[in-house]
């Protein structure tokens, strides 16, 4: 270490006379050689003398020759943790003194380096002058000049550019990941790489890997902030890091604490006695929430033999299989997290259940539950306008298993706007009345009417079909 620091400010030294001697004078070859010399290893004192005759005819001045350099400049592209050897060939190779700098900071004279700290990774190529820089970091990336120490001096100037590819060093989220709904959420991603890569964002949804946009949150140059996150904002989000020598990426998931919301399948379920009901309910919510179920109030209790209870995730099955009447009621999925509660309700009923009303023209199609055999379908129609009401029984149609589907054609009323409405009567009971829906109502235009009577008859031909030929032969004579 000693031995090192002496021969540094030796250098330096040396490099000071040097100077002092360029300024004054011009420098001649020889003197290069003997400041060269002196670098490796001659006693300091000799230079004291040369400087004394300096003044003097020098018999070797005339033959002072002037080295170049024969390397052109560079730019070396390199990648993180390679050797990289920057050369300088000079011409004659013997005779000057070199001097690499680094964005004017010298780093060597010689073999001899000139800062103490950091040169460890440095070193001058043996038998030549070229820099070698082993195990590169982008931090090396720099302008690297080579000079001739003469006068007037030459120099090249290379640039060092090592890539490094993007590394992701880590990707967080505040509160780990786990947020409740309503408060900001912030996405950070820490790259390095060389050059500086740039960073994208994306979410997976339902469509696929989806790009975030800037209505989806703030960005910034590193992080991301979305404020106000709502529960549909949960999932996975990728941070990807590109600069041109490759990518990476990295991935996180969000969780957005919220209260339960509860589904059910159906609101009305028919059922009968001994005949056993599904009653199903879904419920999500973060974290998972619980799930119970309630007859008319009260828990139910699963222990008991009228009641299994089957959960699938988020899915709860309350089978339910009715003794007597007071078996039937409103059942109740209660969904709990420490966040809250929800619930919906389904009504096992003994009534009919119609559902699926709906209307395409004069057809009116509509399913009844029943597991009690059906007696009456009825059919009421307001007309929208007057406000009086017509109501038509509906033959009832073979039923499959406890289904049945009825199709009713509208026929022979006044054209009008109306208000359709079902209900349907089985053994037990009226069911309730249908979701209305509304029709209407057109006669069947006549001459539709006979030409499909007609058929093939080649005089019938369809108003717009008359038009659409005259449109058509216009736009023939326009073209000639
Ligand atoms: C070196 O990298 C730069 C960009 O970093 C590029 O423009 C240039 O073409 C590269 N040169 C070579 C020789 O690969
Ligand atoms: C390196 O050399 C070039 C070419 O001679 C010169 O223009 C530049 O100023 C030098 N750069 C440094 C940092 O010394
Ligand atoms: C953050 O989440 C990770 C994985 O989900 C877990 O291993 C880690 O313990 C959590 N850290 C804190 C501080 O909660
Ligand atoms: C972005 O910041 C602005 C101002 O703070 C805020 O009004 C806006 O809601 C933020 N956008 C998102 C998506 O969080
Ligand atoms: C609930 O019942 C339905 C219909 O029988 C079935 O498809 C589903 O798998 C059941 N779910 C659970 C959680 O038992
Ligand atoms: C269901 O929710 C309503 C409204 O919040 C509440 O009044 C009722 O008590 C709840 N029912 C059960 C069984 O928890
Ligand atoms: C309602 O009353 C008008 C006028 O009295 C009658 O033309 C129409 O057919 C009635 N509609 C129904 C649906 O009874």
């Known amino acids: 270490m000693e031995l090192r620091r002496l021969s540094l400010c030796l250098a330096l030294f040396m490099l000071a006379i040097i100077m002092q001697r360029s300024d004054a004078h011009s420098m001649r070859k020889r003197d290069a050689d003997d400041a060269y010399e002196g670098l490796m290893g001659d006693e300091a004192n000799d230079d004291e003398t040369q400087n004394d005759a300096e003044g003097g005819n020098d018999p070797e001045e005339e033959e002072s020759i002037l080295a170049v350099i024969q390397t052109l400049p560079t730019v070396y592209n390199v990648t993180v943790g390679k050797t990289i050897r920057l050369e300088c060939r000079v011409e004659p190779a013997d005779g000057p003194v070199i ?3 680094r964005n004017k900071q010298p780093l060597f004279m010689g073999h001899l380096p000139m800062i103490s700290k950091g040169i460890e990774r440095f070193s001058i190529a043996p038998n030549s002058n070229d820099l070698l820089i082993s195990d590169v970091k982008p931090s090396d990336s720099d302008v690297y000049n080579c000079s001739v120490l003469q006068n007037p001096p030459v120099e090249i100037e290379h640039t060092l550019s090592v890539h490094e590819a993007p590394r992701i060093v880590r990707f967080s989220a505040s509160d780990n990941g786990t947020v409740v709904e309503g408060s900001d959420l912030l996405l950070t991603c820490d790259v390095a790489g060389s050059p500086p890569p740039q960073i994208m964002w994306s979410k997976e949804t339902d469509a696929g890997n989806v790009r975030l946009q800037e209505t989806d949150g703030n960005f910034s140059l590193n992080s991301v902030f979305i404020q106000n996150i709502k529960r549909e904002q949960a999932g996975k989000y990728y941070c990807y890091a590109i600069n041109g020598v490759g990518n990476a990426q990295a991935e996180l998931t969000v969780k957005v604490l919220h209260k339960p919301q509860v589904r059910v399948h159906h609101t009305v379920i028919n059922s009968a006695v001994q005949v056993e009901a599904v009653l199903q309910c879904s419920a999500h919510g973060e ?4 799930i119970s179920w309630y007859k008319d109030g009260s828990l139910v209790d699963s222990a008991s033999q009228q009641y299994v209870i089957t959960r699938d995730g988020p899915h709860s099955n309350l089978t339910v299989v009715p003794q007597m009447d007071q078996d039937f009621g409103t059942f109740t999925c209660v969904a709990r997290n420490n966040h809250g509660k929800h619930n919906k309700s389904i ?6 259940v119609v559902e699926e009303l709906d209307v395409v023209g004069n057809k009116l199609t509509w399913k009844v539950h029943s597991h009690q055999p059906l ?18 029984t509906i033959p009832v149609p073979t039923s499959k298993g406890h289904e049945y589907e009825v199709t009713y054609v509208l026929d022979n009323l006044t054209p009008a706007k109306y208000e359709a409405v079902v209900k349907a009567k089985n053994t037990k009971e009226w069911s309730r009345n249908s979701d209305p829906m509304v029709v ?3 006669a069947q235009p006549m001459y539709i009417q006979h030409a499909s009577v007609l058929g093939g008859n080649s005089h019938s031909v369809r108003p717009s079909t008359v038009l659409l ?5 216009y736009l023939l004579v326009r073209m000639f």
Do not use: K
């Open 469 to 473: 030929s005259t449109v058509f032969m």
């Open 287 to 290: 974290p998972t929430p619980s």
């Open 99 to 101: 001097q690499w700098s």
């Open 347 to 352: 009504e096992l009923v003994q009534r009919p």
């Open 440 to 442: 209407e109502y057109e």
């Open 375 to 392: 007696e009456t379908i009825e059919l009421q129609l307001r007309d929208m306008a007057m406000g009086n009401l017509t109501v038509l």
